[in-house]
């Protein structure tokens, strides 16, 4: 009579079993429907022209910003022997040019990540699901930096340079280089 207690009854197993199974495909159907329909290689393509854009939106800030400063100081008329905060007027508003310059560069990847969303907005999702995949194998696969010399340098940290799929498997081999190195001199 204990025995009948420990021992499921073989229609108890099969419906555990069936019920397994149906678990088992429902998953599988909804993972294949949220898994992200783009490629690899396309997923590379699209952050290279999202690094693109940035540059490009960059330059352009800073070059409009640069301008705008310039006009600024060319519209408002200053004194060239007047001191501006203890220095040579001319010093002050060229420094002046090159930091508003240089904030617009600065500027530029806020405005060009609008740009690449708008351009891209139908695969956008995707394209999020994959950079954040992309950048787990990146945090994944990186090295210790720590072990770094001038005969060993650390092979592209956060991944900037991954254009492509070849482009990866390359940083893969130069991390796993890095290691071997860093283990056998130091």
């Known amino acids: ?18 019920m397994s199974i149906r678990s088992v495909t ?11 329909q783009l490629t690899w290689t396309d997923f590379l393509q699209l952050r290279k022209q999202q690094g693109r854009i940035n540059t490009a939106t960059s330059i352009v800030t800073a070059t409009l910003s640069a301008g705008v400063a310039f006009l600024y100081i060319g519209t408002t008329g200053f004194d060239p022997e007047k001191h501006v905060f203890g220095y040579d ?5 060229s420094l002046g040019i090159i930091g508003a310059g240089f904030l617009g ?7 060009g990540n609008g740009v690449f969303k708008m351009v891209n907005r139908r ?18 696969n990186r090295v210790d930096p720590s072990r770094q010399s001038f005969s060993n340098p650390v092979p592209d ?30």
């Not at 007027?89 to 508003?93: D, G, I, L, W």
């Not at 560069?105 to 405005?111: M, S």
């Not at 956008?124 to 194998?137: S, T, V």
């Open 1 to 18: 009579m204990m025995s009948r207690f420990l021992v499921p009854s073989r229609a108890n197993m099969l419906s555990r079993g069936l």
């Open 26 to 36: 429902t998953t599988t159907t909804t993972a294949k429907a949220s898994a992200p």
């Open 89 to 93: 007027a001319m010093t002050v508003y």
């Open 105 to 111: 560069f600065l500027a530029g990847p806020t405005l």
């Open 123 to 140: 695969v956008l999702n995707d394209f999020k699901i994959r950079d954040q995949a992309f950048l787990e194998r990146i945090k994944h």
């Open 157 to 186: 940290f956060y991944g900037e340079r991954i254009y492509s799929v070849k482009d990866y498997k390359q940083w893969l081999r130069d991390c796993h280089a890095f290691r071997r190195k860093a283990k056998e001199f130091l």
